[in-house]
Nanobody, 124 residues
Framework: QVQLVESGGGLVQAGGSLRLSCAAS????????MGWFRRAPEKDLQFVAA????????LYADSVKGRFTISRDNAKNTVYLQMNSLKPEDTAVYYC?????????????????WGQGTQVTVSS
């Protein structure tokens, strides 16, 4: 089993920045592809960003491209989501997810392990 714990959420004004972290409790973290997803109130779960196990490939939703950056530190078993130029529409609960070999990094059912989520609120 892999446990994922997100942190770094909070309240920020529009235009501000936050960095989310997701710590994984596995010695084989370097084998997992990692994704960030979010759920806004009364909306479906939405793909945000993903990174392959090696870090060589990253993907972003169009809505966050150029503003968010996903990265990972395999030595620390942690994946990050740097969020800049935040907008009120970025308000959501953000979840990190992990899987050994997701066929589609943007497809949430392809991930086996999920964190509990961290709230991000962007005020206008």
């Amino acid at each position: 089993q892999v446990q994922l714990v997100e942190s770094g959420g909070g309240l920020v004004q529009a235009g501000g920045s936050l960095r989310l972290s997701c710590a994984a409790s596995t010695r084989t973290f370097g084998s997992f592809s990692m994704g960030w997803f979010r759920r806004a109130p009364e909306k479906d779960l939405q793909f945000v960003a993903a990174v392959t196990w090696s870090g060589s490939k990253t993907l972003y939703a169009d809505s966050v491209k150029g503003r968010f950056t996903i990265s990972r530190d395999n030595a620390k078993n942690t994946v990050y989501l740097q969020m800049n130029s935040l907008k009120p529409e970025d308000t959501a609960v953000y979840y990190c997810a992990a899987d050994l070999a997701p066929r589609d990094l943007t497809y949430s059912p392809g991930y086996d392990y999920w964190g509990q989520g961290t709230q991000v609120t962007v005020s206008s």
